[in-house]
């Protein structure tokens, strides 16, 4: 098995399997930060830029090619399909599972099956905004991966954004429905602002770019400050003005409290489902 480069040298030689909205968020990222050349799982990309090579159909993978780690980002629902064609590679190479929901041991059993017994397989839940290297990726390693494995997937991690690790495998449901999920709910708050602000009367051109630059710059403001939400929320807020308005509604008992608590664990109960 490869052993991690410096963070200096290119990102090493990946397999990507399933190159979509994740995969691909994922690759923009490494491909901006240099990445040895690689090899992608993909029937419907044709755009990957020399010298990588996009292969459309598991039995056309070069069995020459020897990557550093298998990154496997197609849906957990084609986990069956794609896992039989990656086990002769699983015998060279980790595998870093970003699927929601699958486990370790489920992963392992598939390939154990598929006659890779010794196959280790580490979880990584990215989120998109990895594409321009601002992603928060939360690992799981199994007691079977060694420290060169995880510090290859730390290098490959941190090259799109933020890494962090759990130490226990039922966390990455919560990780899964916080920021795997999390660019979504921003996102929605980004719609939600153009909407309501083209109803009160703004020009839709007008109320779209505010809302985006609200969004982005509230994002920035945390991160380049570190203060926290909660006290960046209460500068926001003068007594008896707008804010305070707005969040009498917001923060209601059944309003956000409630509604995004709901959510997010709405939405870790389908990782958890999405094991089987
Ligand atoms: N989208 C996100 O924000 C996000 C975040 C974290 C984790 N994930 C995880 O990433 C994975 C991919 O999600 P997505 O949103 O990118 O889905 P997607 O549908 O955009 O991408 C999946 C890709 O897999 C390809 N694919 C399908 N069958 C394949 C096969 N047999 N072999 C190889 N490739 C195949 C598809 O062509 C597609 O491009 C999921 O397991 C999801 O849980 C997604």
Known sequence: MSSPASPSAPIPPLLLVGCGQMGGAMLAGWLADGLAPSVVLDRHRDDIPAPHRVVRDAADLPRDFVPSLIVLAAKPQKAAEVLPALAPFARQAPILSVMAGKTVGGLTAALADAGC???????????????????????????????????????????????????????????????????????????LMEQTGTALGLPPELARRIARRTVSGAGALIERTG??????????????????????????????????DRAIRAASRRARELAS
């Open 117 to 191: 017994p010794d196959a280790v397989v580490i979880r990584a839940m990215p989120n998109t905004p990895s594409a321009i290297g601002q992603g928060m990726t939360v690992c799981y390693t199994p007691p079977g991966a060694s420290d060169a494995q995880r510090a290859l997937c730390e290098r490959i991690l941190s090259a799109i954004g933020d890494t962090a690790w759990v130490t226990r495998e039922e966390q990455m449901d919560a990780v899964t429905a916080i920021s795997g999920s999390g660019p979504a709910y921003v996102f929605l708050l980004a719609e």
């Open 227 to 260: 203060v926290d939400a909660a006290e960046l929320r209460r500068r926001v807020t003068s007594p008896g003005g707008t804010t305070q308005q707005a969040l009498s509604v917001l923060m209601a008992p059944d309003a956000w409290p409630t509604t995004l």
